[in-house]
């Protein structure tokens, strides 16, 4: 479990670096989903979803760590889309929680595209129409 709660740890952080940047908000949105886009392709996914999708439902101490994971992540989206906001920088109407989710989803959903292919492009056409959305 050290492991993967160092992975875990390193995820977090990363997001929190990209998401909390001194620049515009929704600048720090897009980098921390091109940034996972680039990691993403040709590896062989996320450790803390490949562990989730292996051990879950049935392993607590797993089930913890990625709980525990994906809502710092999830807090850490919404915090910069509520700076966004503050600043005018986001039109969408939906609440910022459930607006971190979404993007939280594509996260994951970038990982596991990045399974089929090493190249990038396509990963970040689908972070440029999830930038998109947010306009």
């Not at 996914?45 to 101490?61: F, I, R, S, V, Y």
């Not at 850490?76 to 910022?96: C, H, K, M, T, Y």
């Amino acid at each position: 479990m050290t492991i993967l709660q160092r992975y875990a740890q390193q995820r977090t952080t990363a997001a929190a670096t990209d998401l909390r940047a001194p620049k515009p908000p929704i600048l720090g949105i897009g980098h921390y989903l091109q940034r996972i886009s680039r990691n993403a392709a040709g590896q062989r996914g996320c450790l803390l979803a490949n562990t989730a999708l292996e051990l879950l439902p049935g392993n607590e101490e797993v089930a913890q760590i990625v709980d525990h994971t994906q809502r710092e992540i999830q807090r850490e989206l919404a915090g910069a889309l509520d700076r966004a906001r503050i600043q005018g920088l986001l039109s969408v109407p939906q609440n910022n929680t459930v607006v971190a989710r979404y993007l939280f989803t594509v996260v994951e959903g970038l990982w596991e595209l990045g399974r089929t292919t090493a190249d990038e492009r396509p990963l970040l056409e689908v972070v440029e129409m999830t930038m998109y959305g947010l306009r």
